[in-house]
């Protein structure tokens, strides 16, 4: 299965954004849906994720009250909506899924859990 980022660009500070993640295939069982991002000189740093198992999500403090995941009616697409955009959120986005063998309630990010990676969408947040 591979996942298809898009919905990433250029926006003023205070701005807002909506970053999407497609897979190509269906993942079965219990998963989770997250949002790394990574910027230059830094390490990837996990945002935002949803667990299909039982709806949880995780916020990175940095960016609670600011950013929203959700999926649509299908779990098809998993989006991130992203508002009040700061020039610290500069950074390739990128979307991921961990799998699991039982239900999940997600309270933190781990990169090494997700199994499957996008190949990430550039969000410039700049005057």
């Known amino acids: 299965v591979q996942l298809v980022e898009s919905g990433g660009g250029l926006v003023q500070p205070g701005g807002s954004l909506k970053l999407a993640c497609t897979p190509s295939?269906?993942?079965?069982?219990?998963?989770?849906i997250g949002w790394f991002r990574q910027a230059p000189g830094k390490e990837r740093e996990g945002v935002s994720a949803?667990?299909?198992?039982?709806?949880?999500?995780y916020y990175a403090e940095s960016v609670k009250g600011r950013f929203a995941i959700s999926r649509d009616s299908n779990k098809a697409t998993t989006y991130l909506q992203m508002n009040s955009l700061k020039p610290e959120d500069t950074a390739v986005y990128y979307c991921?899924?961990?799998?699991?063998?039982?239900?999940?309630?997600?309270?933190?990010?781990?990169?090494?859990?997700?199994?499957?990676w996008g190949q990430g969408t550039q969000v410039t947040v700049s005057s």
């Open positions: 295939g269906l993942f079965l069982g219990h998963y989770v």
């Open positions: 949803i667990s299909n198992s039982d709806g949880s999500t």
């Open positions: 991921a899924v961990a799998t699991f063998l039982e239900p999940f309630t997600v309270t933190t990010m781990r990169a090494w859990q997700h199994d499957y």
